[in-house]
């Protein structure tokens, strides 16, 4: 948090006296405080989610001076109280606050149009999140010069393949009691990429835990369009590393956009090398997920750190992500353990429910929604879609006991939407096996896909403890029969990631640009 300007010419001085503000941060170390802070910063001045990307909450013992969202409201001298919490750590610290005269509509409505950011306005590509809302509780409102472009409430429709770049003009109205401030923003919109076949196949995963670098992001390309022969790329080293959270990432997920040209890999933010405590990893875990995004899978944007679960949350497991085309935005999906409000140490016992939230540039996420909840732990849900169905392929988290014969492997369901929270049953303990069929002895972590060349689905399941992903085949995802594959060659100690059908462009780039 950094000193807030001055309001015409008016002098800020820090004051001592009678008023406490508690900020209780979730997720990172409180930042230290100026002295001639003022408390006439709103919420999203002190530190939050527009600076840890993370949640904070406070408390003032003077609330019609100072609200614990940072709002002043007077000019009474005022000292405050920090509390954040990291991992289960705590610390507490002091530091004056100065309160000075209230900001006025004017100033409210000017501060918060300033704050608007539109990302890659330059080149925008899919739907945008406009908000409605801004900072000191203003209202926005939006206008665009070319609507069937860019609509006012963010809907992007590109021009056809080959077609020029479209110029737009999307107009703010931040609104502050009587006072309105305009904010204009100058948008370019790229025509649609030509379709072409896919002729192979991407794999992002990583290694596990057992290695150093296990837990970052690897990649292998397919040997054309065959599924299950693979090439290491990179040498076997990781092509992407977290520097953020816990600087390790599991679970790499990759997604295409449906208008083609943009690719979202999205993963979790876990290191269990060397530490091995799943426990701790359940009940005070990250709440983020660890993003990047490309338009070529060979330049990556920096990494961004974003939260997704709420504070009940211990963990946030595998994410995932399908496009749903009934609302213009991305479906990301994920595990975690939820806790008791009255409990904010975590210490009860529960289990992993599938969450999910909506987002339109996985920057911006809706609150998070229980979607999967069968009354005892699962994880690792996948989604892919077919005649009109939506397949989702879950890991029963139970342990493989009498009572629980399909603990520790897949259950299949469907369902004609996918944010449902009734899908169909269609079949469990994929991967088990059985004397005509051989098997796994577990599995976690599914990933599923289409053949580009016929009417044949590969499901790659992960035989964790054992000898990571083992692939399995079907011609009919409504029969739920799977068999394992006979022969085939993927690359060393895959653990859960994607597989994504590439075209050939794509594929000879990553083997350019990666090596292997």
């Avoid at 995963?205 to 837990?215: A, I, K, M, N, V």
């Avoid at 939820?338 to 609150?367: C, I, K, Q, V, W």
Wanted: proline share 7%; charged share 25%; net charge negative.
């Amino acid at each position: 948090m950094s000193t807030p300007p001055q309001a015409h010419g008016r002098r800020w001085k820090p004051v001592r006296g009678g008023l406490t503000l508690v900020l209780t941060l979730a997720g990172a170390l409180l930042a230290p405080v100026p002295a001639a802070a003022t408390a006439t910063a709103t919420a999203t001045e002190l530190p939050g989610p527009s600076a840890y990307e993370t949640t904070v909450h406070g408390t003032s013992s003077e609330p019609g001076v100072v609200s614990g969202s940072g709002h002043g409201a007077g000019s009474t001298p005022g000292r405050r109280s920090a509390e954040a919490t990291e991992r289960a750590a705590a610390t507490t610290r002091e530091s004056d606050v100065a309160v000075g005269p209230r900001l006025t509509d004017r100033e409210k409505a000017t501060r918060a149009a300033e704050a608007l950011v539109v990302p890659d306005a330059d080149d925008v590509r899919g739907n945008l999140t406009l908000p409605t809302s801004g900072a000191y509780d203003t209202r926005v409102t939006w206008k665009s010069t070319r609507k069937h472009v860019v609509t006012p409430t963010g809907e992007v429709t590109r021009p056809a393949p080959g077609r020029k770049p479209v110029a737009v003009t999307l107009t703010a109205t931040v609104r502050s009691g009587k006072a309105t401030v305009k904010r204009r923003f100058h948008l370019t919109v790229p025509p649609l990429p030509e379709r072409e076949p896919y002729a192979g196949y991407a794999f992002t995963y990583f290694t596990g835990e057992g290695l150093p670098d296990g837990e970052q992001v690897y990649f292998a390309a397919s040997r054309g369009n065959d599924p299950l022969r693979w090439d290491e790329l990179a040498g076997g080293e990781p092509v992407l590393r977290s520097h953020e959270g816990e600087l390790g990432v599991r679970d790499p997920f990759l997604i295409r956009s449906p208008e083609g040209d943009t690719f979202y890999l999205i993963a979790t933010d876990l290191r269990m090398h060397g530490d091995g405590d799943w426990d701790r990893a359940q009940r005070h875990g990250s709440k983020h997920i660890e993003v990047w995004e490309s338009h070529d899978l060979v330049h990556w944007s920096p990494q961004r750190h974003v939260r997704v679960a709420p504070d009940t949350a211990g963990n946030v497991w595998a994410p995932e992500a399908y496009y749903d085309h009934s609302i213009g935005a991305y479906v990301v999906f994920w595990a975690s353990k939820l806790y008791a409000e009255d409990d904010p140490d975590h210490t009860g016992d529960t289990y992993n429910r599938m969450m999910y939230a909506t987002t339109r540039d996985f920057r911006t996420f809706s609150e998070p929604r229980v979607w999967v909840d069968p009354g005892h732990s699962v994880i690792d849900s996948t989604v892919i879609e077919h005649d009109g169905y939506f397949y989702r392929f879950t890991k029963d988290e139970r342990s493989n006991t009498a009572d629980a014969p399909c603990g520790k492997f897949i259950v299949a369901e469907r369902s004609r939407e996918l944010r449902a929270l009734d899908y169909e049953f269609v079949a469990e303990c994929i991967g088990k096996g059985d004397d005509e069929n051989p098997g796994i002895s577990r599995g976690e972590g599914p990933t599923v896909f289409r053949s580009n060349t016929e009417d044949r689905w590969y499901a790659f399941i992960d035989e964790f403890g054992g000898r990571g992903y083992v692939p399995f085949e079907t011609t009919d995802l409504d029969s739920g029969e799977w068999r394992m594959s006979t022969t085939y060659e993927l690359p060393g100690r895959p653990r859960h990631g994607t597989v994504l059908p590439v075209t050939q462009r794509e594929l000879d780039r990553i083997r350019a640009a990666y090596g292997g």
